[in-house]
């Protein structure tokens, strides 16, 4: 069953009204798709925020706008850069007998072998494209690198699932590797050089020794 949140429809599309519904704790939004006509809401940012919490970012929201109510996805957001809060959210509205692409996090789960004998894991991608019914989509996507050594790669065709739903990357895209130990250099230029001061100190700047 899907988790309601309530909406309203905006009449006023200037920024000062923009600016108006946020101060008062909302969030301006936009529901859209094949079905509907594209129409501006506003939801409550708190109600927002536990929404997501319980049914999850790509979870399917039950959109109450004043009375009609439409299945949709979290299709996209807008962020405050400083202050980290979201600031405008697109409502993607969806028949859940039908496929949709979205993109769901890559996480990469335990401790990597290669990473215990000295290696860096490197995780070149964090979140994957991905088609499915919108009840099927997982929160995210796990794959265990325990087993990766030093010097291996972790391919998307490595990734083992269970669910009704299809990647949409090529097989050979590196999902994680271990590089070797970094090999550190050391610099110092004065190490080689002989003790004492040398015949002429003219145009020397430093003292490499400390003397």
């Known amino acids: ?24 704790g909302h969030i301006p939004a936009v529901i859209y798709g094949r079905s509907v006509e594209s129409k501006p809401v506003y939801v409550s940012s708190a109600d927002l925020t ?10 399917v929201i039950s959109l109450d ?14 962020e405050d850069s400083i202050k980290r809060e979201i600031i405008h959210v697109d409502f ?26 000295g290696g860096v894991l490197q995780q070149p991608i964090h979140e994957l494209s991905i088609t499915s019914t919108p009840t099927e ?4 996507i796990e794959v265990d690198v325990s087993n990766l050594q030093v010097g291996e790669t972790m391919k ?28 550190e250099e050391e610099i110092n230029a004065g190490e080689q050089q002989d003790g004492g001061h040398p015949e002429s100190e003219e145009g020397r700047e430093t003292d490499p020794a400390g003397q």
């Open 1 to 24: 069953m899907s988790t309601v949140l309530q909406a309203k429809e905006r009449k006023e599309l200037r920024t000062s009204e923009l600016r108006k519904i946020r101060n008062n």
């Open 50 to 59: 536990k929404t997501i919490r319980h049914v999850g970012r790509n979870g």
């Open 65 to 78: 706008v004043e009375g009609s109510k439409h299945d949709v996805v979290l299709s996209d957001y807008q």
């Open 92 to 117: 993607l509205a969806i028949d859940k007998s039908s496929k949709i692409t979205v993109t769901v996090r890559l996480v990469l789960t335990g401790d990597a072998a290669g990473v215990k004998d």
């Open 137 to 140: 989509i997982p929160q995210q």
């Open 156 to 183: 998307v065709s490595d990734i083992l699932y269970q669910g009704s739903f299809t990647i949409n990357h090529e097989e050979d895209e590196v999902i994680a590797s271990i590089l070797p130990p970094r090999q």
